[in-house]
């Protein structure tokens, strides 16, 4: 019973560290000033313009400009809980954001 107890823990993880754009786990997580984050790739293809867009997620307006998205800084808790899955469930590794 333990087993499945941490199978729904680790479920658990893995959502929380999805990207809401390519559904995948994170690749490259970079974080808005709304706290919602994304792969950074996710955003490059979401945002075509040099103006800010809003968030999929709560809406803000929070994504900047194309030329910005670089600068948004790495979410590092999302970076450490990506590896921790990848050491639990080795399947994981390579499936990530292909946007």
Request: charged share 25%; proline share 5%; aromatic share 4%.
């Amino acid at each position: 019973m333990a087993e499945s107890s941490s199978k729904i823990q680790l479920d658990d993880v893995k959502e929380t560290i999805t990207c809401s754009i390519c559904l995948q786990l994170f690749t490259d997580p970079r974080g808005l000033s709304c706290s919602h984050t994304f792969c950074l790739v996710c955003l490059k293809g979401f945002q075509s313009s040099n103006s800010k867009k809003e968030c999929p997620v709560c809406r803000a307006k929070t994504i900047p400009g194309k030329s910005e998205l670089d600068k948004l800084p790495e979410n590092k808790l999302a970076v450490d809980l990506v590896k921790l899955v990848h050491q639990y469930e080795p399947s994981t590794v390579g499936k990530s954001c292909k946007v």
